[in-house]
């Protein structure tokens, strides 16, 4: 069993990358076309189930991707709980609590990384279970299915830091000689990648014996 993961399309709160766990924030316009456009671009693949999380923006997801009425609503596939910090960026998050972490910290109030692992291991034994032999859409949000690739990979859950997932993204997860192994991932339309900024991690720090020595020069 093969599972295609689907984020939701944007909302105003992704958007301007605010925390969203358990507040239900309708899809915007621009969402709605990513959804629609979901459905074309997942033409003619055959799913042997869909599962999808219970908040509004997902099962709109779902609808507008044509993937339903087969969908089957699952709880354990709603958003990380955020608690206090629901509806505030990183940033926001960061004034009051310099350096924190979602996947090492979890929510102020909310559900700890540990849960959150815990609810998708749940949820890839109940899709496991509940579905036929085939390729399964998963529709949910971008924090749980990143902790949903970490269960399935049998990593721990830090690792789901390293897993970025845009909105109305498709992502695959398979098996290659018997292991869970990812096929694809976070494969985006245009809309979601508008205005991003690619920073990349911090250039790692130069060796004091290297000190002095000239920069290196590009061949060719």
Known sequence: ?????????????????????????????????????????????????????????????????????????????????????????????????????LWRDGGDRGESPGTVLQRARRALATIAAGSRPGTVAVVSHGHLLRALAVAYLGLPVEAAGGFMLEVASISILDAEHGQPAVRLWNLAPPTALAGAVLTGPPPPARAADDAGSPPATRSG
């Open 1 to 101: 069993m093969a599972l295609l993961l689907i984020r939701h399309g944007e909302t105003e709160w992704s958007r301007s990358r605010r925390h969203t766990g358990r507040t239900d924030v309708p899809l915007t316009a621009t969402g709605e076309g990513e959804a629609a456009d979901l459905g074309r671009r997942l033409a003619g693949t055959a799913f042997s189930a869909v599962w999808t999380s219970p908040a509004a923006r997902a099962r709109a997801t779902a609808r507008l991707a044509g993937l339903t009425p087969d969908a089957v609503v699952l709880d354990d596939l709603a958003e990380f709980d955020y608690g206090a910090y629901e509806g505030l960026t990183t940033r926001e998050i960061a004034r009051t609590r310099p350096g924190w972490d």
